[in-house]
């Protein structure tokens, strides 16, 4: 009552600085400038007490979003850099800032706001169990590249394959197999390089909601218009993170900060197509054509489509929350129309169409 005595739910800006000075109140210098630049954007230099609790509690909403804004326009720019003196973990925090985040005022709230726990798990944990799936059956079969040429290889539980489409799971599970080295190599670099930053910046939801998203939209892709091709590899999760990163780093050219943009742009995609032309070239013209089945290189596309569509979405929206945003829901929308679309598909068309299924192992 003291301070807000006709119950108008603001404070002045003044009184509330008085108040975090004499009583040494324990905030976050980051949440400090935001909260007195968003004061500094009110017409009568007010601090709104649930743009307080929000930006208090990091709450994802439109005050919060407000209060990045405002400070982005209000705060000098470049501080993270010129720090010195930081340990180990705090220069990857700010490195990985930087990296992802277009704005100096995010990137200074998420660097003050950063806690290691809980630390990037999905990524992790997704990798981690690719390689050891890997080395399980290139210990069984004794073969470390083009394993799917391998007949047992195929007869895995986990590989998606056209003529076991009635077992949903494989619709997921194919990501943890892989062709060979080369594939499990590249997807699990790329997770870790970008996977890893992303998941520690907009959180274990979010990204591993893209990473599943591109996932199950590459192996229905595939059941679509690739009707006789097996699957297997996390190149559709892979392409939905590399894809949506990227079109985030155009979209915010301006305001990225990551030194080389120009040159790690074009390895990056000198990389994905080079593995795009690969998959192409193992589909139709493999060197053993008798010996095993060709996956399908469909998967790739599909990710990369949900990455631009659905991801950039997400990423753009580190400061808000998803539901508040329409653009959001037309998005999950179409998403959900291409999932029960590629359903009818499969459970009729297949049949309809009269389309010769190889042999399932």
């Not at 910046?201 to 909601?209: E, Q």
């Amino acid at each position: 009552l003291q301070l807000d005595p006709d119950n108008t739910g603001f404070v002045c800006a003044e009184t509330f600085t008085t108040l975090v000075n004499n009583h040494e109140l324990p905030l976050d210098p980051a949440k400090l400038e935001m909260l007195f630049a968003l004061s500094q954007g009110n017409e009568e230099g007010q601090i709104c007490y649930s743009q307080l609790v929000d930006l208090i509690s990091s709450k994802r909403s439109s005050s919060f979003r407000r209060a990045i804004s405002s400070g982005q326009r209000a705060l000098p720019r470049d501080v993270l850099l010129d720090q010195d003196g930081l340990g180990v973990y705090k220069r990857f925090v700010r490195y990985v800032a930087y990296e992802i985040l277009p704005g100096e005022m995010e990137r200074r709230w998420y660097f003050y706001q950063h806690r290691p726990c809980p630390p990037p798990i999905f990524m992790a944990a997704v990798t981690l169990t690719q390689i050891i799936v890997f080395l399980c059956y290139g210990v069984k079969l004794n073969k470390w590249v083009l394993q799917t040429y391998h007949p047992e290889y195929m007869k895995s539980p986990l590989v998606y394959h056209p003529g076991h489409r009635a077992r949903a799971w494989r619709f997921l599970t194919y990501m943890f197999m892989h062709v060979g080295l080369e594939q499990l190599g590249f997807n699990t670099l790329l997770q870790l390089m970008i996977g890893v930053p992303l998941e520690m910046v907009h959180g274990v939801l979010r990204i591993s909601f893209l990473y599943l998203a591109g996932v199950l939209a590459g192996s229905l892709a595939v059941s679509v218009t690739d009707m006789r091709a097996p699957l297997v590899g996390g190149s559709g999760g892979v392409y939905a993170l590399c894809s949506a990163h990227l079109a985030n780093v155009v979209m915010n050219w301006a305001g990225m900060r990551c030194p080389y943009k120009v040159l790690r742009m074009v390895l990056a995609l000198v990389c994905m197509s080079s593995e795009v032309g690969r998959a192409v070239w193992l589909r139709f013209s493999p060197p053993l054509p008798a010996a095993g089945p060709q996956p399908s290189f469909m998967a790739h596309l599909a990710g990369a489509a949900v990455g631009v569509s659905m991801g950039l979405t997400i990423l753009r929206s580190y400061e808000e929350n998803l539901q508040d945003q329409c653009g959001w829901w037309v998005i999950l929308l179409c998403y959900a129309t291409f999932l029960a679309f590629a359903i009818f598909w499969n459970v009729f068309a297949y049949d309809l169409l009269g389309v010769q299924i190889p042999h399932p192992p």
